[in-house]
Structure formats: C-alpha cells, structure tokens
C-alpha cells in the first residue's frame, strides 16, 4: 500500500503536457507568425484582384478603372503587399527573441493601419462623389417603380433631391457595414493570432 500510495504521488507531480524549452517556444511562435504573414499575403493579392474587378466595369472607355479612385487605391495595395513581404523576410530570419515581438507588434499595425485607411478612402471618396451618387441611385428608383406594376408612373422631377440623398447614405451605410463584417472576419482572427504571438513573446523575454 505505501508502494502505491508512492506511486500515486508521483504520477500526480508529473505534468500531463511536455516541457519544451525557451528556443523550442520561440520556434513555434516564430513558425506561427510567418504563417500569419503568409496569409496576409494571400488575402492582400485576392483582395486586390477583387476590387481591380470592382471598378473596372467600364470596358469600352476605360474611365472608371483609370480614375483617380483607382490609382490611390492600387497604390495602397501595392504598399499593403510589399510591406506584408517585408515583414514576413523580418520575421522568417529574426533570432532574437525582442527584435521578433517588434516585427510581430509592426505587422499587426500595418494591418490596423491598412484597414482605417482602406475605410477612410471609401467614405472620402463617396462624400465627393454623393451628388452623383446621389443623382444614380434617384433615377435607378424611379426606373425601378416606373418598370414595376405600377398603375401610375412618376417622373425624377416629382420627387425632391434630398430623397436621393437619404437612399444613398442608406446604401453606403449598410455596404459600409457589411464591408466593416468582412474585415473584421477576414483580419479579425489573424489580427488576435498576432496578439497572443507577441503576448508568448513578452512572456519569454521576460523570464530572461
């Protein structure tokens, strides 16, 4: 009994999870954010391939894709892609514990950077352009209830401006909102995974 007594002591001080070492730590931190890196990248290209898709819905004059819109845009994606590589080569050669923690804190501001940029461009761009836009969405109602089953037709001079106003900012906020969901989906999680990459980090490096 005392044998047995012993043994249950013993087993219970033994720790069901494998000790690995600070170097081994650092290993698999390391590994896991430059697979976050890696995806960035990805996501950085579809991204840009879906909004060049976006805009150019103007084949024939080729105004909408060469616009100003579309020149700032491409240019912060480009920057977005070059800096995502940049910092994935600073993370995959990096062997010190604190230079790491500042490539991992540099990454995941660049990613909150790029998105209050990319949601700054949209709305400054839609507030120049609202008049217009404004004007768009009117007519394509008026169209809308004019081709329906309507025993009555209306024209776009019966109905006062500021509606138009009012149905485009109810468009913009609610494909504000649904661009807002997408973000915060797509680089919400990754986002967190850098979080508690650099949380394991400072854990490390304190215990120096």
């Known amino acids: 009994m005392e044998e047995l007594e012993l043994l249950k002591k013993d087993w219970k001080k033994e720790s069901p999870f494998p ?40 084949t024939e004059s080729g105004e909408a894709f060469f616009d100003l819109k579309m020149i700032l845009r491409t240019i912060l994606f480009v920057s977005f892609i070059l800096m995502i590589i940049y910092s ?16 991992v804190l540099n990454l995941r501001r660049l990613i909150l950077l790029y998105i209050g940029l990319m949601l700054i461009s949209i ?11 404004a004007s768009d969405v009117l007519r394509g109602f008026v169209d809308g209830y004019n081709n329906g089953e309507n025993g009555a037709k ?12 009012f149905m485009f900012g ?7 909102g649904v661009l807002f969901i997408i973000y915060k989906n797509v680089y919400g999680p990754l986002l967190k995974k850098l979080k508690e990459n650099y949380n394991e980090l400072t854990k490390i490096e304190s215990n120096n």
Do not use: H
């Not at 991204?47 to 976006?54: A, K, N, P, Y």
């Not at 109810?170 to 504000?176: E, G, P, R, T, Y």
């Open 19 to 58: 000790n690995f070492s600070k170097e081994e730590i650092f290993k698999m931190i390391k590994g896991k954010s430059v697979s976050v890196a890696k995806s960035l990248l990805w996501i950085g290209i579809v991204e840009v391939l879906l909004w060049i898709l976006f805009f150019y819905y103007d």
């Open 88 to 103: 994935y080569s600073k993370i995959n050669n990096e062997l010190s514990t604190r230079k790491l923690m500042k490539q």
């Open 123 to 133: 709305l400054f761009f839609n507030i120049l352009d609202a008049p217009d836009s």
């Open 154 to 165: 209306i024209s776009i001079d019966e109905i006062q401006p500021i509606m138009g106003y």
């Open 170 to 176: 109810l468009v913009f906020c609610i494909s504000m």
